[in-house]
């Protein structure tokens, strides 16, 4: 403003302006009204005190329509700010004032915006151009003649309008939505077109940042360059007339729908831009087809990449010009190395023939290959084997545009079957050359299988036995259950082990021991048995000879240990004789000795003896102590004294020391004597236990 008043140039034109009758005023950057002439001020009833330093956007008439919206969609729409003068500066550009008292007062803005070099000091000057009263017109039109045509045109609009399967919007140049169809009510969410009728087209378009629900049912992110791509293309329209772009609408419940909007111009007789008409097609369908098949698009080239399978394409050259990383891996070449290359040319050389006449006969006549095995050749030369498909592609022409083929290595399931032919022929020897006989029925109990030595071992021929019910061989069962030919049986349901009788072909019985395992499919159905049977009639007659051996043995065993029992009772008897003659013997002579010759000896030692009687007297008891000593027996081979033994027994007989030395003769002290002696030879000496409780024991006997 104060840029303004010191600006000379700019004073004059506005003291100027004054003698017109058009409306002028001047805006800064900020749409700010900065000075306005009478003509301006007496159309709309202002004083200048009125407008002076107010937003243009004030008094333009679709602010009224804006007052029920959020603060921050009001802010973004009025946002533009000198957006309205860029346009009326291209052309001239119908507006609606609102006058002092709201009235709504339709003009024709034309502009002019004076630019400084940094855009600082920007402002403009607006021209408005107040349209002329209905009365000045009515010279000029028939209004007779044109009734009927304007009628007619309705009409068809109107039919246009409402049978029209795209939302159709009828605004007027200031963006106030006059006529909308039924499509544009469902897809913003109104009933009637009085609900939107008189709102700003804005309104429905996104003009807050921030993240929606879309009808796709993703999420979409409204921006600022957003926002921006979208000013631009509404540019485009004053522009040229017309714009197509893509976009959303806001319906009423917040979800933003996808649109192809197309917007044109609307003009009057004399040529002159009066409104806009948008068609917005709702693509949400098509916008869900597109993602499906990116995804569909995804996740197949995921699962090309991805699969264990090598695949490639060619075009219709036979050129590769694709392939996936197992591809790659399988023949060890690059991709850049793959692409261009002829696929024959990774066949080992001299096999091209084999495959391309009968092979591409097949494929052209079927559309596909059935699968079938080939051996290819990687880069560095080596053979492996792969079981391999191709299919003709076609354009939609029905003509011929190249294959897609797919590899599978096969090495590994080579070698297993190989490996598994081995153990089939291994087992197939084994069942052939096995000195039992085996065989496998069916789950009806019908041999499908026998080996030779089942064969032998029946009498049949194995043309005899194929087919037949495996119950033919059991002897048993033509004459009712042999139940006793099952007590062997392992407990088990399955009798995967027992013995039985069969009988051959001519009659013969004979035994066998048989192992039964049940078969099963891969559903755990049961699907037979398979048995092998041992013949054990040789055996069964060693059991029978081994077993009446048995019993004779035990017989004779049993009549020897009778004879040997009498023996035995005889020589118990002499034995126990003479250990009763040996120990009376035994007895005699130790008392004998201790009775009649060592007390005597003991008073020997008593007397005065010089020192060689002294000599010979112990050698006299040490030789019949050596001489008693294998018959001694408890306190004996103590070597107790005569007097010892004396004084024991009277210990044992319960006897006092008092009554002892009155039964001896000999004092107390010499009982005591003998006694401490006693203890001392049998291990009493530190003992608590009496002598009396000792004897009494039964430890020490015969003293």
């Known amino acids: 403003m104060e840029w303004f008043k010191k600006n000379i140039a700019a004073n004059h034109v506005a003291q100027l302006s004054d003698l017109l009758e058009e409306g ?19 159309k709309l009833g202002y004083d200048e005190a009125d407008v ?6 004030d008094i333009f008439a679709h602010k ?7 603060p921050e969609k009001q802010n973004n729409i009025l946002s533009f700010k000198f957006y309205y003068f860029d346009l009326a500066a291209r052309q001239p550009l119908p507006l609606t004032l609102l006058d002092k008292a709201g009235g709504k007062v339709p003009v024709l803005l034309r502009a002019v915006i004076f630019d400084h070099h940094d855009r600082r000091n920007l402002y403009g000057l607006g021209i408005a151009s107040w349209e002329k009263s209905s009365a000045e017109n009515d010279g000029q039109n028939d209004a007779a003649r044109e009734a009927g045509r304007l009628w007619e045109l309705e009409q068809n609009y109107r039919n246009v309008l409402k049978s029209s399967g795209d939302a159709i919007v009828i605004t007027d140049f200031n963006g106030w939505i006059v ?12 009933d009637r077109p009085a609900e939107v009728e008189g709102k700003y087209l804005l309104e429905f378009v996104p003009m807050v940042e921030g993240d929606f629900p879309c009808s796709t049912g993703e999420i979409i992110t409204i921006t600022k360059p957003w926002q921006d791509r979208h000013v631009a293309s509404i540019d485009t329209l004053f522009e040229t007339g017309m714009v197509k772009f893509e976009s959303y609408v806001v319906h009423r419940d917040g979800t933003h729908v996808t649109i192809d909007a197309t917007m044109s111009m609307l003009k009057d007789q004399k040529g002159e831009r009066r409104g806009t008409v948008a068609i917005f097609k709702d693509i949400t369908e098509r916008i869900k087809t597109q993602q499906e098949v990116l995804r569909s698009k995804v996740f197949l080239e995921n ?25 790659r891996a399988f023949t060890g070449y690059t991709e850049e190395e793959l692409t261009g290359k002829y696929a024959v040319e990774l066949l080992p050389d001299g096999s091209h023939d084999d495959v391309s006449q009968e092979g591409f006969d097949r494929m052209f006549g079927n559309g596909y290959f059935s699968q ?8 560095d030369g080596t053979l492996y084997p792969v079981e391999a498909k191709l299919a003709v592609l076609f354009n939609s022409r029905g003509e011929y545009d190249g294959l897609v083929g797919s590899l599978r290595d096969i090495s590994e399931r080579k070698q297993a079957e190989k490996a598994l032919l081995g153990a089939k022929l291994f087992l197939e020897n084994v069942f052939a050359t096995a000195s039992d006989g085996i065989y496998v029925t069916d789950e009806k109990g019908h041999y499908r299988l026998v080996n030779q030595a089942f064969c032998n071992m029946t009498g049949y021929a194995r043309d005899e036995l194929i087919g037949q019910d495996a119950s033919m061989v059991l002897a ?20 995967s082990r027992f013995q039985t009788t069969w009988q051959r072909k001519d009659g013969t019985v004979f035994s066998v021991e048989s192992r039964i395992a049940m078969l099963e499919t891969p559903g755990g159905e049961y699907a037979g048995n398979v048995g092998t049977v041992r013949d054990i009639t040789g055996r069964k007659r060693m059991e029978e000879e081994l077993r009446r051996s048995h019993e004779d043995l035990e017989r004779k065993v049993r009549e020897r240990t009778e004879s040997l029992a009498e023996i035995n009772a005889a020589l118990r008897v002499l034995l126990n004789k003479r250990d009763e003659d040996k120990k009376a013997l035994e007895d005699s002579m130790l008392q004998n000795v201790n009775g009649l010759i060592m007390p005597y000896l003991e008073k020997l030692k008593a007397c005065r003896l010089d020192e060689r009687q002294k000599i010979y007297v112990d050698i006299m008891e040490k030789n019949f102590n050596d001489l008693i000593a294998p018959f001694l027996r408890s306190e004996c081979n103590l070597r107790f004294t005569p007097m010892e033994i004396q004084v024991a027994n009277l210990v044992r007989q319960g006897k006092s020391t008092k009554e002892i030395s009155a039964i001896l003769s000999i004092c107390e002290k010499t009982v005591s004597f003998h006694r401490d002696k006693i203890r001392n030879k049998i291990g009493l000496k530190k003992s608590k236990v009496s002598l009396r409780s000792h004897f009494a024991s039964g430890k020490h006997k015969n003293a």
């Open 24 to 42: 002028l005023f001047f805006i800064d950057a900020e749409a700010r009204i900065l000075k306005t002439n009478a003509a301006f001020r007496k």
């Open 52 to 57: 002076d330093g107010i937003s243009m956007l």
């Open 64 to 70: 009224e329509s804006l007052a029920g919206g959020s």
């Open 179 to 190: 006529d909308v169809n039924d499509a544009f009510l469902a897809m913003v969410g109104y």
């Open 303 to 327: 699962v090309f990449d991805t699969t264990g399978d090598g695949i490639y394409v060619t075009d219709s050259l036979g050129h590769i010009i694709k392939t996936n990383s197992a591809f």
């Open 372 to 379: 079938y095995e080939d051996v290819w050749q990687k880069k």
């Open 476 to 495: 048993a069962l033509r004459g009712g259950p042999d139940v006793a030919a099952l007590e062997g049986a392992d407990a088990d349901a399955s009798l």
